[in-house]
């Protein structure tokens, strides 16, 4: 009987850690698909021209990248690598000295290779398209899922500025996702929205250029479950034609003994 209790209590145990863990607010999901290589592509080029300014994503190779995603050598080196002693075969590293970051921006901008694991792909997919104006922060923008960040909206000339409308408390209660309510199929505007005409993409394309990042970043988190993607399907097709193999053969086997 204890045993059974201290199973159960073990195994509620990772809720009451959650509870504990205050408000959070709701994140949108993302569906990954690393087997969409034009957005894996279209996202690394969007990290590497916006993020690596400050970013580094120094366990992962640029030769590993363009394999993978199937980009040529040649235009990873010609359009994705901006220092030219860099060599394809050496790691995204950037310039920036932590000590100077550290200066100008509070916090140093970590390395983001394992970002999206660490953190959740939902997490970086909402962090990014979150960002709102906030006189009071140094770069005048604020974020509903990371209080008082240290990083500018860098993607702001594409996005817009993006308002708060609503109160903190909602914020965190609602998410920051405007909605079509399935009832009366009217727009329910979230808690977030843009100024209109003040970016270059609306939602929609905006929503897109994030989702590419950030499948491209849950990409560099975990390379290898691109590959197990592949050989998964092989084996299953591997699978499927085995069983008929085998069934005519245990049949031929079988056939003079009955
Ligand atoms: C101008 C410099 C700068 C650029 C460019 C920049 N960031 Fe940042 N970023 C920062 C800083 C500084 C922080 C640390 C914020 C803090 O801890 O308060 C940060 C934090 C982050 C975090 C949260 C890290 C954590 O604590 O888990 C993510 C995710 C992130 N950046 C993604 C990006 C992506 C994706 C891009 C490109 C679209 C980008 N950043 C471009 C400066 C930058």
Redesign the pocket.
């Known amino acids: 009987m204890k045993k059974y209790l201290i199973a159960i209590v073990m195994a509620l145990l990772p809720m009451t850690a959650s509870a504990a863990g205050g408000a959070k607010m709701p994140l949108d999901h993302i569906e990954l698909d690393y087997t969409n290589k034009g957005s894996l592509q279209r996202g690394m080029a969007?990290?590497v021209n916006?993020?690596?300014?400050?970013?580094s994503a120094q366990y992962q190779r640029f030769e590993r990248a363009a394999q993978d995603l199937e980009i040529p050598n040649k235009l990873v080196e010609d359009y994705l690598i901006f220092d030219k002693d860099k060599k394809i075969g050496e790691h995204m590293t950037i310039g920036?000295a932590a000590d100077d970051?550290k200066v100008?921006?509070?916090?140093?901008?970590?390395d983001?290779t394992l970002?999206a694991r660490?953190?959740g792909a939902d997490?970086?997919y909402t962090?990014?398209r979150s960002f709102y104006e906030d006189p009071s922060r140094p770069w005048g923008v604020n974020n509903a899922v990371?209080k008082?960040?240290?990083?500018?909206n860098?993607?702001e000339r594409l996005q817009g500025n993006q308002r708060l409308t609503c109160s903190h408390e909602e914020l965190l209660h609602e998410g920051i996702g405007g909605e079509v309510d399935p009832l009366t199929g009217t727009f329910k505007p979230g808690c977030l929205s843009v100024n209109g005409g003040t970016g270059e993409l609306d939602t929609e394309e905006f929503d897109k250029v994030i989702y590419d990042?950030?499948n491209f970043?849950a990409y560099m988190a975990e390379p290898s479950k691109a590959d197990s993607h592949r050989i998964g399907t092989y084996v299953l097709v591997f699978l499927f034609f085995f069983f008929f193999l085998a069934y005519a053969l245990k049949r031929e086997f079988w056939k003079d003994v009955h």
């Open positions: 969007t990290f916006n993020c690596m300014g400050c970013h920036m970051a100008w921006f509070g916090n140093p901008p970590p983001l970002e660490l953190r997490w970086v962090y990014l990371f008082d960040v240290g990083m500018p860098v993607l990042l950030v970043m």
